[in-house]
Each structure stands twice: as C-alpha cells, then as structure tokens.
C-alpha cells in the first residue's frame, strides 16, 4: 500500500506523488521497488502509473495518513502489507524483502524502518494487528482524520530495521538534493538504465558490465560507432531469444568475440 496523498504545503502545495527524480515519478520509483506484490494499493487521487494499481482513497479526503491506511486497508486480502510513502526516491526492492522477511519470520506484529526514529510509511505489518490498531484509534477519537501517524506505533510489537532508504522529498531542497545524487558517478547508470527500463517496460536485470565491455571492444576493435549499434543488435537478437538475462549475455559473448576475432585480423593484416 502506497500513501500518496497530502497536502504538500512544503512545496506550495505542489502533487508530490509525480515530482519527478531521474526522470521518473516519485510515484513509480516506489512502485518500482516492489513489483512482486500480489495487490498494489495507492491511496490518493488517481495519476498515470507505469504499472496497473488499485486506487483508493481516503475519507475525508486529505484526512491523513492513518485514514489513508483505513482506506486502503479494504482492498487488503493478504496477511501482510507492506505500507509506504509515495515520496522514497531510493526505495530499494533489498529493503523492501528485509521488511517481510523479519515480518514472515517472527511472532512481531510487523517490522519497521529505522534511521534514528521509527519510519511508520516505511513497514511491513501483519493486516489483522494493523486493522486493530486503526479500530482501536477510531473508537478513542471518534475518527481517523488528522490523527496524528506516531500514535500508531506504541500499540504494535515491531522489528526495527536500519536502513539508509528513508530519505525523502519534503522540500524543494529535498528535491534537488536527491536529483543531484542519481547523477553522481557511481550511481548515474544504475539510475539511468532503471529509468530507460521503467520507460519501456523491461524487466530484466541487465548486466551493465558486460555490455560496457562489449561496447568497448566494438569501439577499439571495429570502429567507435560500432559500440552503440552492436549493443542494440545484441539486445534485437536476445527479444528474438526468450529474451532472459541468460539470451542477453549469450548474444554479447558471442559479438564480443567476433569484435576480438575483427580486431586480430585487422592487426595480421597490418603487419
């Protein structure tokens, strides 16, 4: 379940949910980092999404993060959900599997993310003790609405797990911060390829490092346009394949030695 409602009033009341860092929504990059949920709920007005969701939303509209949870709560069939907020631009899949692991293996009532406070949108929890907790609120304040997100807490026995990935996009400095962070160079073509995948739909787990060298090879040994079109060629022939991981390296080991077999005989020719 995805909170993606609010008001915003730290970025003049701007829809957070689509703010883009990489060039891809706030939005999808959490839905991106859990793409094997059996149900995705996003609470809050409907938006374009890279994936299919099921919308809800809560009552009273702009009421809050725990009417949210309410609201999306009713579309909840599993025993587990794992709750977020819509503005975690470095979200990983790795925190969100850590998340229901210690979930799935402990009597805890779920398990929380914890980067020096309790992460309340950041958690996994078991449903039934999520919903009680949420009755148990109702039934002291009369409502959900505008109720406070740390009074939800106390009443749950939870795992807490650290975790860097809590960072998010309050402000327009938030922002900035986390657009100039993709671009660093240790991470700029993780973020890119992410990005191009999310755009055309691919799923697969590409490897970076092999077609880098690929592309070098073609470079030095053929010519320096050869990088960018073997590369393409080499994924044309792998969606001809089955398109997997395994058709993708095969196609790139079997170019890569043509480009050193074009490479040495250019080399013979030349002495």
Not at 86 to 115: I, K, N
Not at 116 to 133: I, N
Not at 139 to 156: I, N, Y
């Amino acid at each position: 379940m995805v909170v993606a409602g609010g008001g915003a009033r730290r970025l003049g009341g701007a829809d957070k949910p689509t703010l883009t860092v990489g060039a891809r929504t706030l939005l999808d990059r959490v839905l991106a980092a859990c793409p094997d949920a059996t149900t995705t709920v996003v609470v809050g007005p409907r938006r374009s999404t890279y994936r299919p969701v099921t919308w809800a939303l809560e009552s009273p509209r702009g009421g809050g993060p725990l009417a949210a949870l309410d609201a999306g709560l009713a579309h909840v069939r599993a025993e587990t959900v794992l709750v977020l907020s819509a503005d975690l631009p470095f979200l990983r899949a790795s925190t969100v599997r850590a998340l229901l692991r210690a979930t799935a293996g402990s009597d805890d009532e779920g398990a929380v993310a914890h980067d020096g406070r309790d992460q309340p949108l950041l958690a996994a929890y078991r449903a039934e003790p999520l919903r009680r907790e949420l009755a148990l609120l109702h039934a002291e304040h009369g409502t959900l609405a505008h109720l406070p997100l740390r009074l939800l807490l106390p009443g749950l026995r939870l795992h807490r797990i650290s975790t860097e990935d809590a960072v998010d996009c309050d402000t327009w400095g938030d922002l900035a911060a986390a657009r100039a962070r993709i671009r660093e160079h240790g991470s700029v073509l993780d973020e890119w390829i992410a990005a191009v995948k999310a755009e055309l739909g691919i799923e697969l787990d590409v490897d970076t490092s092999g077609l880098l060298d690929l592309a070098r090879d073609a470079a030095h040994g053929v010519a320096r346009p050869a990088a960018p079109l073997t590369t393409f060629l080499v994924g044309y022939a792998a969606a001809r394949g089955d398109g997997s991981r395994e058709a993708v390296a095969e196609a790139a080991r079997k170019a890569a030695e043509l480009a050193k077999r074009w490479e040495a005989e250019s080399e013979t020719d030349d002495r």
